[in-house]
Structure formats: C-alpha cells, structure tokens
C-alpha cells in the first residue's frame, strides 16, 4: 500500500512571548501552554493572520493543555493543575486548582476527571466535577517518569519516561490498578490513543505503535524509525503525526489499515506497517525562519494540536545564530 502525498504547507504563523510546550485547538482558537508566559490564545479563524485573542499568567511553568467546555485545564509545573475559565477568551480567569505532590507535565480530561501525568509522582486523578475546588479522586505511581497521558474509556494510557507504556485501569478512580504494560526500546515521551491502538512517541525508536485490544496483553503492531527524537504524537484518521526533534521535523506516517483477506480460512493480518509519506520543510537551525523540532535538552519542544485538515505546530524561532529569542504558532493544511 502506498501512501498518499500530503504537502503540507504554511499558511499562517504567530509568535508567542514564552516557550511553548503545548498546544490544544478548539473552533477558532488554540490554546498553547507557552511556559513561563502561561496560557497564550490565539484567533485562528483567519489563518493567514492570526492574532491573541487573551492569555492567563500562571504561577509556574506550564507545559500541558487540555480542553474541556469553556475551560482549559494546565498541567503547571510545581504549581499542579490550573483550571482556566475561556468563557471569555479575552478574559480567561483562574477557576481553581489542585496543587498535584509532583511536576504536572502533562494532563488529559474526560468526564469529571483531569488526569495528570506529574513525572515522578505518576498518575494523580483529579476530580475537576467542581471546577472551584478540585479534589484528588485517586492516583497511581508509575515506576518511571510520567511524561504524558492518554484516556479511552476505562484505561489511562501514561507515557512513562524510563518505564514505558503504563496502561491504568481507571474505572475505579479511587483504586486505579495496573492493567498492563509495554516495554519500548527506548523512553516513552509522548502518547495518543486512538480505537485498539496506542501511538507511543518513543525518543530514540520514533513511532511505536501498540495493539493494546487486550489490555493485559498489549504487543507491538508496527513501528517507524523516525530520523530524530520522537518527543510527541497526535492521530488522526489514517495518519500519525510526529513531532521530531533536531533531524526530523514534523513526520507524517500513514497507518494502513489491516489487510484483508479472501479465504476464511486465512486469518486476518492485525499488523500495522507504517508508511512514510511526508514531512514538513526543515532548515538549518542557524537560519532565520525555519521549522525546526527542538526538545527539552535544547530548551524547548515542538508540539501538535489537529483539527480536521490540518495540524498546529509549535516551533522556536531564531533571530540570529545561538540566540533563540520566541516561538511561533504555525499551522499547515493537507
């Protein structure tokens, strides 16, 4: 099966004051957890010039966003979650708090519940049911460094730097448990769940894709080797969108669907072979205006929001060679 061309090019770009970590899109706004600038909205509705629409300063570091109603929820550092009212995205307000035991680095929301991925304090469950006063509904220690977090129905599916994919059964906030686990080749940074599947950005190993139809069980369906540092994934639909650092840049992976067969008789393929089918226009890093995926070791990290046909980048921009001075938003349509 071959893949399909996607040619992604830019339409539109935005700098913004701090380093982004993050990025979540919602109709016509995206939100991005901008660092020590805090929350940074910003109008996309005219893609050529978007313009901020609000930010909310909070009090550390944020470096997760993720949205749920008129709120956005902010994984903020050693200051836990932050719960933003974006009712008025000119005026977002603080609604409430929890201030997680660990360092919030990434958060996930469904239901009642924000689940944050607080690195060495592991899963930590929040119940946001009263946005004013959240409350700890229960938690899990994972073995390593909990990096990111994905949830589809019962389970959270954590990215465990050091330990992997940790898959937690979460049907019982107050008793989460342990459903099972996957061991990657290399640290497990990033994480997106999307039907039996989970898409792990694996650092060192780029894309490793996890059947994980029987959670006790969870094996390896495919993989791609990306050039860089696999630091974050998205999904949608058939593609895989992975945030590469350094030599990479924005991968585009086709997933094939599983192979189907003519015979009864023959057991149906459940293997993923990914495909590459594009990639983002990459320069040298000591050019003025490039895309350029930067990770935590070189002081900040490209992330990805999607919404229909088209994807959100989160890029550093350099003025001059070793001087990294902002970041800008961009986005790419296929």
């Known amino acids: 099966m071959k893949g399909q061309s996607l040619c992604p090019q830019r339409v539109g770009s935005y700098d913004t004051p701090g380093r982004a970590r993050d990025v979540a899109v919602s109709g016509n706004y995206a939100y991005v957890a ?12 005219n893609v050529t010039n ?6 909310y300063d909070k009090p550390d570091i944020s470096s997760g966003v993720a949205l749920s109603g008129n709120y956005a929820y902010v994984a903020d550092g050693f200051s836990g979650l932050q719960i933003i009212d974006v009712a008025n995205v000119a005026n977002p307000t603080l609604t409430g708090s929890y201030n997680t035991p660990g360092w919030a680095y990434g958060v996930a929301v469904s239901g009642n519940y924000a689940y944050v991925a607080d690195y060495a304090s592991g899963l930590q469950i929040i119940d ?10 229960g938690s899990y220690n994972t073995p390593g460094l909990a990096r990111g977090v994905a949830v589809s129905g019962n389970y959270a599916y954590v990215a465990d730097k050091n330990s992997s994919l940790q898959i937690i059964d979460v049907f019982d906030v107050a008793n989460p448990t342990l459903a099972g686990s996957y061991a990657t080749p290399s640290d497990a940074l990033g994480i997106a769940v999307s039907g039996n599947y989970a898409y792990v950005a694996d650092q060192l190993s780029g894309l490793q894709i996890i059947d994980v139809a029987n959670v006790a069980n969870p094996t390896l369906a495919g993989s791609y080797d990306t050039p860089g540092l696999a630091l974050r994934v998205a999904v949608s639909g058939d593609y895989a969108y992975v945030a590469d650092f350094d030599l990479g840049g924005l991968q585009i992976i086709k997933i094939p669907c599983p192979n189907p067969t003519s015979s009864s008789s023959t057991p149906r393929s459940t293997t993923k072979t990914p495909i590459f089918v594009s ?6 890093p000591d050019t003025p205006s ?6 935590l070791a070189a002081g900040g990290v490209l992330c990805l929001g999607l919404t229909g046909g088209t994807v959100y980048v989160l890029r550093r921009r350099q003025k001059a060679p070793n001087q990294y001075v902002n970041l800008s938003y961009n986005r790419f349509h296929f």
């Open 279 to 284: 990639t983002a226009g990459i320069s040298s």
């Open 128 to 137: 946001v049911s009263n946005v004013t006063n959240p409350t700890l509904a």
């Open 34 to 45: 901008g660092e020590v600038s805090g929350l940074q909205i910003i109008d996309v509705a």
């Open 290 to 295: 490039f895309l350029w995926i930067v990770g």
């Open 50 to 55: 978007p313009t901020l629409a609000g930010s």
